[in-house]
């Protein structure tokens, strides 16, 4: 098993997929082990065919395409500046609101990053903001999109560790809300000290305006959280929701979008999608050879014998994860750790969800520490910040996240509260 687990992140650091990396290093070890290889035909299939929350993650990046495609995106931009634009550093408030908003349709930090940072990036340019903070506020922001419901990470985390998904996603609302203000209070920090500008303030009418141009894509947080907490669907459901109201807002209401700019969004997603899955796959491959090793099993002994405490547990996991986000990307942790380390949590009193929504958020981070940031290089790509500008403007903005994080693990009540309230307890 030490072969696996050293071959598998001498090929992370040599810059391989992460699929390919699960499923050469499955395979050698494997081979070492002597066991039919045939088994990895069998797990890849079982692993994909029998996950009906997966189907999940398909139409969730579907609805996030559909958005940053067929002009959403900048009906909740604009909606955003009125609503905090007139506050001083107003672009950098408004960036955080409407990754706030955007995050409650497509479930994806990258979506975010990609599509409506470019759009808040340009803006806040345009206004006289310098690059290294615009670009440092949308890499900061747009990890708030897997905390509010949808979340394509927590549907993989579900699928992995067997949680409901409707408790995680639940679970998720609060500490999104409280990133999106600890980032504000940040914001508002660096406004005071270099003088940023701010909008006028709007009129009634402008007001008016932007609400009607963006009220049908703001209901579809709540459309998802209502009819998941009302048992109208599923989370899985609700993600072929959300793709079919994005569908109708995009080529049917607002006509921004025409066929040919549909078939690239299908192409996008499958592509996308297929990635997610190839990389499922191949990870219930390497899962199944660390609990034949029984890797889940000295893994809990072994921490049971540094504390019995869940909090002390909790912290120190949550250390270890944050110091692997600087070297390994984030679905990578989470493949690792997650099928080992649930049935460990569980046994020392962790509630999973409590867990599942901290551990995502802390993997959030890793989207924004060098040098294996995604985050970082995408908003560097789509903005033509240098990277070396954008990685020393972030640093800053580590602290309220961190700040955030340590709160979560401290007091599980603003994970679980929503959910225990909405569904009742566990």
């Not at 070297?327 to 867990?355: C, K, N, Q, R, Y």
């Not at 903005?397 to 679980?416: D, E, H, K, N, S």
């Amino acid at each position: 098993m030490a072969f696996m687990l050293t071959l598998w992140l001498v090929l992370l650091a040599l810059g391989m997929s992460v699929a390919l990396t699960l499923g050469v290093s499955s395979l050698a070890q494997l081979w070492m082990d002597g066991t039919p290889l045939v088994v990895i035909a069998q797990r890849m299939t079982k692993s994909i065919s029998d996950s009906f929350p997966l189907l999940a993650v398909p139409f969730f990046i579907f609805a996030g395409n559909l958005m940053n495609t067929g002009g959403i995106t900048e009906r909740i931009f604009g909606l955003a500046r009125v609503m905090v634009g007139h506050m001083r550093g107003g672009l950098g408030h408004v960036n955080v609101v409407a990754s706030v908003v955007f995050s409650g349709m497509s479930g994806s930090a990258l979506a975010d990053a990609g599509g409506l940072g470019n759009m808040e990036i340009r803006a806040m340019r345009k206004a006289g903001y310098d690059a290294g903070f615009a670009g440092a506020v949308t890499v900061a922001s747009c990890i708030i999109g897997p905390m509010i419901p949808p979340s394509i990470p927590m549907v993989l985390y579900g699928v992995l560790a067997d949680v409901s998904i409707g408790r995680l996603f639940l679970g998720g609302v609060v500490p999104g809300l409280l990133t999106a203000g600890a980032l504000m209070i940040m914001i508002a920090w660096f406004a005071r000290r270099r003088d940023y500008p701010r909008d006028p303030v709007p009129s009634l009418g402008d007001v008016r305006i932007a609400f009607l141009r963006a009220a049908l894509p703001i209901a579809t947080p709540g459309i998802i959280i209502a009819g998941i907490a009302f048992g109208l669907f599923s989370p899985t459901e609700a993600a072929v929701v959300a793709s079919l109201y994005a569908l109708v807002l995009s080529f049917c209401i607002y006509r921004e979008m025409s066929l040919r700019d549909l078939w690239k969004v299908i192409l996008d997603t499958i592509r996308m999608s297929a990635m997610v899955c190839l990389i499922v796959a191949t990870a219930s491959i390497f899962a199944w050879i660390l609990a034949a090793h029984q890797a889940p099993m000295r893994l809990a002994s072994w921490l049971l014998t540094l504390t019995d405490d869940p909090l002390m547990l909790l912290i120190i996991i949550n250390i270890a994860v944050l110091v692997a986000g600087f070297f390994i990307e984030g679905l990578a942790i989470m493949i690792l750790i997650v099928p080992v380390l649930a049935p460990t949590l569980i046994s020392a009193g962790i509630d999973p969800v409590h867990f599942g929504v901290v551990f995502i958020f802390n993997l959030m981070i890793g989207l924004m520490t060098p040098p294996m940031g995604v985050g970082l290089f995408v908003v560097s790509g789509v903005s033509g910040i240098r990277l070396e500008t954008l990685i020393r403007a972030t640093i800053p903005f580590l602290i309220p996240l961190v700040a955030v994080l340590i709160l979560l693990i401290l007091v599980p009540g603003f994970v679980t509260g929503l959910p225990n309230l909405l569904l009742g307890p566990p």
